[in-house]
């Protein structure tokens, strides 16, 4: 444990000594902050409905931004061997940049609370959907980082980890989308593998364990395929 929390300090701080970040999360805000505010005062409706409506969308663009740097840039640079080294497990390495990555996206959502605070000023705020969104959309920025750390586990380019990133997260997104275009047979499956799908329930107040577990397996299961990865160097 106390490796992995060495890795996450390492990356966190190495975050906010680039630009990069400051610019993902301006954009986030300004694109959220626009379709959100304008919906609202269109609306003059009290929810955080639409806020929630976009967010898995501007993470599978925004996340693979964020997470295709974690380790091909250390492949690019030659750090990797070096860094690997070190008396730490590649779990350890994986899950320490997991971790990392995923407490800017925390920030990022904290810098968002200003948005119900506002929705608070035109009326009453529904607090138990709000709490629950936001807890959705950390796990669903969890199995988004997730993805990217595997998709930047298998270059040493950051581009072509992005693209990866990307293409993984919108299959999953545009997958629970089309469900009710597919046979009534593939429904439930592609219900099941939608990230947007779960998102959305969580998002209506319905803490359901099957939507929390669906987003703890595809972490785990994306971290575990970037710690093979990175483990089967030794066999090349």
Partial sequence: ?????????????????????FILVALFVAISGFFFFRDLFLTRQADMRRFFELMPLLFCIL????????????RREGTLELLLTMP???????????????????????????FPITV?????????????????ALLMAGAYTAIGV????????????????????????????VVSLVPPSLAPLFAALGVGTHFNNIARGVIDSRDVLYYVSMI???????QTTLDSRRWR
């Fill in 88 to 114: 730490i497990t590649d779990w350890q390495l994986v899950l320490g940049k997991f971790v990392a990555a995923l407490g800017v996206m925390a920030v990022l959502l904290a810098v968002t609370l200003a």
């Fill in 120 to 136: 608070t000023a035109i009326g009453p705020l529904d607090k138990g959907t709000t709490v629950a969104g936001y807890f959705g």
């Fill in 220 to 226: 785990f299961g994306c971290l575990l395929i970037a």
């Fill in 1 to 21: 444990m106390r490796n992995t929390l060495a890795i996450a300090k390492r990356e966190f701080t190495s975050y906010f000594n680039s630009p990069i970040p």
């Fill in 150 to 177: 595997m998709a930047s586990s298998f270059t040493r380019s950051q581009i072509v980890a992005a693209i990866v990133g990307f293409f993984i997260g919108f299959l999953l997104l545009i997958v629970g989308m």
């Fill in 63 to 74: 996340v693979p931004l964020l997470t295709m740097r974690l380790v091909a840039e250390e």
